[in-house]
């Protein structure tokens, strides 16, 4: 009998055990393999070399995000005073402050698809109605920020302006983190800066950059798919929200392991405790988790996934924006038929994504 709700919950909890030797081996071997490359991309080899560091300087600190997303849900190194001037240290550094990011992951976590408009963490969403009813600005301004290159500039967009800079701007005291990640972030490009400029191209902006549009994309399509579903406020479920409105992506082991394991997203919203290095796991061992929708980093997936746009309240799906004009002139067609002719009219929807 397949487990729902609660019961699937109690479940997942036998996988939300800590093997803390294996996460400091996942620690230690990450930020030594992250020191090392920044060695390479910083040193008088070929350029060719330097720049091959630098990219997998930037994939290697998307895994090293993704074991201090884990320390901050308290999933692993919980307790460590080590582990928490690494991981506070790191979210510093690459303008994440631990307070800010803590808050607003929480929320998402907590609401995850739960309603429309500007999530706290979350990429905004709108129902197609509510965006044909919109203002010009308002319309533009959500066209901006569900645009692709809001996500390839996350440097800029999520992490320099949303998460750290327009937080210590809103509140300095209470936010006195983000200003902490502001002069660690800029102080240290100074600094490399006098060094080198190749030090700093390659060994500092380059990887954030990298690693920046990488997360700041993965966290778009893992609530930003084909196929994802959603229930709003009452009907919402934390579980459903779980299964239902986060995707796994699926990729080589490679990029699984650049990336923490974070493409069962699914497994990590259903029990955010668990390990990424147990969501494999949790996955294989619980039948309710083995045939999730799914989403990949296939240059066509990845177009699927950005085109998204709209929520269709009625087919219960993601628009384009092209089909959500498409059916609200079906719609408006049908009413002036219906209003002319007295005929119930069927809509004809025009819909792809459906």
């Known amino acids: 009998m397949e487990r729902t709700g609660k019961e699937l919950l109690i ?50 600190m998307v895994r090293m995000f993704i074991i201090y997303h884990d320390y901050m849900h308290s999933a692993i190194l919980r307790d460590s005073a080590v582990a928490k001037f690494l991981m506070h240290g790191f979210g510093l550094l690459i303008l994440s402050p631990p307070s800010i990011w803590k808050h607003s992951h929480d929320d998402h976590h907590k609401n995850n698809c739960k309603s429309y408009g500007a999530e706290l963490g ?8 509510a965006y044909a009813d919109s203002s010009f600005w308002g319309r533009l301004g959500y066209r ?75 966290f778009y399509a893992q609530h930003n798919f084909p196929g994802m579903k959603r229930k709003d406020s009452p009907e919402w479920d934390y579980v459903y929200a779980a299964i239902r409105s986060s995707s796994f992506m699926k990729m080589n082991p490679v990029m699984h392991w650049f990336t923490g394991n974070i493409g069962y997203h699914h497994v990590h919203h259903l029990n955010a405790k668990i390990p990424f290095y147990r969501l494999p796991e949790a996955m294989a061992g619980l039948s309710e988790l083995q045939t999730p929708t799914s989403t990949s980093l296939s240059p066509i997936d990845i177009y699927r996934c950005l085109r998204l746009k709209l929520w269709d309240p009625v087919d219960e799906c993601l628009l384009t924006f092209r089909e959500a004009k498409r059916l609200s002139k079906s719609k408006a067609s049908n009413l002036s038929i219906g209003n002319n002719m007295s005929l119930d009219y069927p809509t004809g929807r025009p819909v792809e994504s459906c």
């Open 11 to 60: 479940a997942s909890r036998k996988f939300a055990v800590e093997q803390r030797a294996i996460s400091w081996w996942h620690l230690w071997t990450t930020l030594i393999a992250w020191i090392a490359l920044i060695a390479v991309a910083c040193s008088s080899l070929p350029v060719f070399i330097c720049i091959g560091a630098s990219v997998l300087t930037g994939l290697v």
């Open 122 to 129: 979350s990429f905004p969403i709108m129902t197609a109605q």
């Open 144 to 218: 901006i920020v569900r645009n692709p290159i809001i996500i390839l500039f996350g440097y800029i967009t999520s992490f320099f302006w949303s998460t750290t800079l327009s937080q210590f701007l809103r509140h300095p005291i209470r936010n006195y983190d983000a200003g902490l990640s502001l002069l660690l972030h800029f102080g240290i490009m100074v600094l490399i800066g006098f060094y080198s400029v190749q030090a700093l191209l390659l060994g500092f902006l380059m990887p954030v950059f990298i690693a920046s549009a990488i997360g700041t994309y993965l």
